[in-house]
Structure formats: structure tokens, C-alpha cells
């Protein structure tokens, strides 16, 4: 099933050829819930498929594919809303200074968009997920490199897909598909290609970035690498319900067998009476935690080897030891740490780093100096945490100064939550600084739209020369700024 150099081209020139046809926003709109109609329809066979590939159970990828969905069909109202144009006009001005000519803006697609498929989401971040739907939207044709974990149920949903896209005269090739690693280094060198979506390994992301970079013309590469997701639970927090965030921390850590790019990899908590209590409802939450099988048996022996690793450092403890569970499962469990050893360089870097399974590490402080002090240290993250007591919450305490230090960190910053389920909602943001991401944009949500786009302006063009979309009397109805004003 790999794909030659000469597959890939072929896949690429195909989906050029396909751009025409994305043109029609109403076209795209319909085709976008046709997709969603087409996955639905076909969700037994796609769940049966996927759970024979990944074992993540019909449960979770029923849940997953409805996700999906939703999300394609959200894509579609922003396209027939069409305020992600961002359209302006602005009039001749010659009273300003300087003075302002006519001048019309507004975003057109990027082109053809390389997608590259995760393993732990076989749906919403694979062929048809956050990625390939956010371009379709945008107008650009999409070829996927299909992860090696599932990739029969890569082709399955791509049929999906190219059938919904026949429903409204929509070639085939607007949705290419190859497997393969070298046929994924010849996708982005393909000088066809404009931009690229990423969900992976900070290893992976970083070679295709900088493939991607060192092109003759350089291209967007949008790669999610990798993420801690640190969790702060202050004295006071604890003290006041350190068993329920005890309980809470394992079920987030385990969920999916701790196989989420958001599973919170480092915790802060106290070293005190209230955060032994809440280590021991971890320890009682996670001991009851059933084994489960992780996405290939490459990530099992990462995890293994990660864990023990880990185990060995001085004054690392294990009050619940992840590892094997049976030939083809692993435990969850979680290591402690005096937070000292993590505020300054050395072997202890390995905790700050993620370990991809059902793992986490409790770092124990003692003061708030030793909290600033691992915060200083910590890389880019998808997202940040911070469990409060309710007066902290209430404005009392330190609760905004945290909140202020966390921001820095992460692109989303929860309080007294878990970060595991990124809604999908117009005003999430799923990315964060180096390594979470490699650029500032979000692979989920409305605005995950503006990767595949780019602004151009037309001055001085003559009224019957100009797109539909930036014509005076705005035949398409679309929300904009005409003159200085908003308009909707």
C-alpha cells in the first residue's frame, strides 16, 4: 500500500485540478453536511473498522465519528455565514493623511493542504477530521497521509468522502489519500503543496516542519507536537476537596489510556497533610483503573521503557507502578517528585518531558517559590490547569496572579477542570506555544479555518472587475466592513 513518488504527484495534481470546483461556498456548505450525512450513514461498518484497528472500543469511536460530524456540519455553517472572508472596503479617501485610494480585501484559499493523520483519534484527527474539514472549508482540496495504525479505515472513510463529494459534481480528487513515510516526505516537498496540518510526535512534526521550511518557496506547516498540560492545585484547593481533584486527576489521566495530546503529564501539589490526601484518592483511583491496550506495540515499549526511565531517578517514588499489564496491555500508574528537583537542569529534565500512556508525575512543593521556579522551566503546552479553593476562585488569594502566570504557558488555561475533551465550539483554541504547536492557530474550532487562508487586497479595481464578494452592494450578503463600520 505505499505510494510512489509518482502516486503522490498523481494525487496532488488531482486535487489541483479539483480547486475549481471548491469555488461555490454554497456548493462547499452542502458538501461539508453530505460528508457528515454519508459518515453517519456508514458509522456501523466505520466503528467495526476502526476498533479492529485500534482497539479503542465502539463506545469511544461512536462518540468520536459523532464528533466528527458535528464538526463538519459547524464548518458548514461558517462557510455560509462567511464572515471568516473578512471582508473590508474602504472608499476613496483623499481628506485622510495620506490619502486612501479604493481598497477591497478579503481571504482566498491557500491552495492544495497536506494532512497528516494521528493515531490516537482515527476520526475527528485523521481523513476526514479537524484538519481536512477546516480546509475543505476554506476551499482547498486536501491530500491525506494516512496514519500506518489504521489504514483500512483510512480508505474507508475516503470513500465516504469522495461519494459525498459526487453528490455535488465534486471530483474525486479533492480528497487524495497515500500511505507510507516516504510517500509523507515527498507530500510536503511537492511544490503543489501550500500548507500543511501535522498531529503527532514532536520527533515526526519537527523533520516535516523543517522540510516544509526549507523548500524552494517555504509553505505554513501547522504541526501539533506534543504537550505536557501541567496541573497547579494550590494548599488551599486541596485542603478544601483534595479527593475529589485526587479522583478527578485519575480519571483525566487515564482516559484513553492516557493517549490524549491533552492528558495532564505534571501536577503540582502541595507537599503537606491535604496533598497527601489527595495523592492517596489518586492512588485508590488509579489502583482501580483497569489495564488497557495502547495503539501499537511501538507506543507499548515507548511507554515501558519511558516509565521505568523515570522510576529510576533518585527520590522518584511510585505509589501506583505503570507497566505491563499482559502481552498486549499496560497499567496506568503515576510517580511523585520533591518539586526541587525539578528547578534547575539535570537528569530531572525527563519528567518535562510528555510520556505518551497512562502516566503522570506528582511534583510535591513546598512554597510558592519552588512552584514560580518549575513554571520558569516548563516547555510550550496545549493547555494549563489550576485547581482553586472557592475563595481563590472568588478574587481572594492568588487566583488571577496564577492565572496570569499559567497564560504564558498554554493556549488554553482551564481552572478547576480537566483538560481531556476539546469541545468543539467557536471559541476554542487547541494549540500553544513551541513545542505544542508550531504556529500560533488551532487545529479545532471555528477559526482553525484561517490556516488554509491568505488576504489580498485589489486597489483601485473597477466595480465589474471585482469578485463577487467585494462588490459595493454586497450581492452575497456577507458580514464585512464597509467604510469604516461593521456591517452584518
Same mark, same amino acid.
Given at each position: ?59 469511544? &469511536? ?106 455535488? #459534481?465534486?471530483?474525486? +480528487? ?25 498531529? +503527532? ?23 501539533? &507536537? ?66 488497557? !491496550? ?21 527520590? !522518584? ?5 505503570? #507497566? ?32 505518551? +500512556? ?15 521556579? !518549575?513554571?520558569?522551566?516548563?516547555? +510550550? ?10 475563595? *481563590? ?12 502566570? &499559567? ?42 479555518? *484561517?490556516?488554509? &487562508? ?35
Amino acid at each position: 500500500m505505499e505510494a510512489t513518488a509518482q502516486e503522490v504527484d498523481a494525487a496532488v495534481r488531482a486535487a489541483d485540478e479539483a480547486r475549481e470546483a471548491l469555488t461555490d461556498r454554497t456548493v462547499r456548505a452542502a458538501f461539508l453536511r453530505s460528508a457528515a450525512d454519508e459518515l453517519e450513514a456508514a458509522r456501523d461498518r466505520l466503528v467495526e473498522a476502526a476498533d479492529a484497528e485500534t482497539a479503542l472500543g465502539p463506545v469511544r &469511536l461512536t462518540g468520536e465519528l459523532a464528533r466528527t460530524c458535528y464538526q463538519l456540519r459547524a464548518f458548514a455553517g461558517i462557510v455560509e455565514e462567511g464572515a471568516f472572508l473578512d471582508v473590508v472596503v474602504d472608499h476613496p479617501d483623499d481628506t485622510a493623511t495620506p490619502p486612501v485610494p479604493d481598497l477591497r480585501r478579503y481571504k482566498i484559499p491557500l491552495g492544495v493542504v497536506a494532512v497528516y493523520s494521528a493515531s490516537n483519534f482515527p476520526f475527528a484527527f485523521s481523513v476526514a477530521g479537524g484538519d481536512t474539514a477546516s480546509a475543505l472549508a476554506a476551499g482547498c482540496p486536501v491530500v491525506v497521509k494516512a496514519h500506518p495504525d489504521h489504514p483500512a479505515l483510512s480508505e474507508l472513510v475516503a470513500k465516504v468522502i469522495r461519494r459525498a463529494a459526487a453528490l455535488h #459534481g465534486v471530483p474525486d +480528487g479533492v480528497l487524495g489519500l497515500v500511505h507510507g513515510f516516504d510517500a509523507g516526505i515527498e507530500l510536503i516537498r511537492h511544490p503543489m503543496i501550500a500548507a500543511a496540518g501535522f498531529t +503527532g510526535s514532536v520527533r515526526g512534526g519537527r523533520a516535516l516542519f523543517d522540510e516544509a521550511a526549507a523548500r524552494p518557496v517555504p509553505i505554513p506547516f501547522h504541526g501539533e &507536537l506534543g504537550s505536557l498540560n501541567p496541573v497547579l492545585v494550590t494548599e488551599a484547593a486541596a485542603a478544601e476537596r483534595g479527593e475529589a481533584i485526587g479522583g478527578g486527576l485519575a480519571g483525566s489521566m487515564t482516559l484513553g489510556v492516557g493517549q490524549f495530546c491533552v492528558k495532564p503529564g505534571l501536577v503540582l501539589a502541595p507537599a503537606s497533610a491535604a496533598g497527601d490526601a489527595l495523592l492517596k484518592s489518586l492512588t485508590d483511583a488509579v489502583s482501580d483503573t483497569d489495564p488497557g !491496550v495502547l495503539l501499537d506495540h511501538r507506543m507499548r515499549d515507548n511507554f515501558l521503557a519511558g516509565v521505568t526511565e523515570r522510576a529510576q531517578l533518585p527520590d !522518584v517514588a511510585t505509589p501506583v507502578t505503570a #507497566g505491563a499489564g499482559g502481552e498486549h496491555t499496560v497499567s496506568a500508574g503515576f510517580l511523585t517528585v520533591p518539586a526541587e528537583r525539578l528547578t534547575r537542569e539535570g537528569a530531572y529534565d525527563l519528567l518535562l518531558e510528555e510520556c505518551f +500512556g497512562p502516566v503522570t508525575v506528582v511534583a510535591r512543593y513546598t512554597d510558592e517559590a519552588e512552584v514560580r521556579a !518549575v513554571l520558569s522551566r516548563l516547555p +510550550g503546552n496545549l493547555t494549563a490547569t489550576v485547581h482553586l479553593s472557592s475563595e *481563590e476562585a472568588a478574587g481572594q488569594g492568588r487566583g488571577a496572579e496564577l492565572l496570569r502566570e &499559567l497564560t504564558p504557558l498554554a493556549g488554553r488555561v482551564l481552572v478547576n477542570g480537566w483538560p481531556t475533551g476539546v469541545a468543539v465550539a467557536p471559541a476554542q483554541h487547541h494549540g500553544g506555544p513551541y513545542p505544542a504547536t508550531t504556529s500560533t492557530s488551532t487545529s479545532v474550532g471555528g477559526t482553525a479555518i *484561517e490556516r488554509w &487562508l491568505r488576504p489580498v487586497v485589489y486597489q483601485g479595481a473597477p466595480e465589474a472587475l471585482l469578485p463577487p464578494e467585494l462588490k459595493d452592494d454586497n450581492p452575497l450578503g456577507l458580514p464585512r466592513r464597509f467604510n469604516g463600520r461593521l456591517e452584518r
